[in-house]
């Protein structure tokens, strides 16, 4: 199946020319999508916050509209920090409740590495466990000659006489 080098379907000039076209209409949608959202964020904040009309305000009335805006920034830190205080607390909760679920679970077991099977690992004959034995070299040890052991009558009646005396003489020699 495996043909040597897959042949591309694009030159590599042209995957170049295709690339730099894609980069290219990437920044533009990114500057228009950064355009569009700041565009968002001044439609929502003339939404929230008119414009103030200064010019034919008395002395009495702008420190009436300063108290004003004064108590709306308190009611607003209060309120943020309620929510700080309860993004805090939620917070030191889901910690606990790691630490028990990983009190619970015990240590983590690393995830195991996928070993690839081949036909050659699921042969049979592969299976086998070597012998050690067989490879040691054999080492064969030399028996003593040992004398056959006979009837020592025979023995002592074979040297009587002249004709015995006459081999142990002989053999001596």
Known sequence: MSE????????ATRRLLLKSKLLKKAASMLVAEIEQKKQEKERVVK?????????GL????????CKELHRKIDVVDEVRYDTEVKVVKNETEVQSLKEK????KGTK?????RVKKTTDDNDPSKLIKPDFKAKLKTVKK????KEEVTDWRKN????????????MFNAGQ
């Open 47 to 55: 939404d929230c916050f008119p414009p103030l009309n200064l010019p």
């Open 109 to 113: 077991r690393p995830n195991l590495k």
């Open 156 to 167: 002592v009646e074979a040297m009587s006489g002249m004709d015995g005396r006459k081999k």
């Open 4 to 11: 040597g080098p897959k042949k591309t379907k694009y030159s």
């Open 101 to 104: 679920i990983f009190g619970l």
């Open 58 to 65: 008395s002395v009495q009335e702008l420190q009436d509209l």
């Open 142 to 145: 030399e028996e003593e000659k």
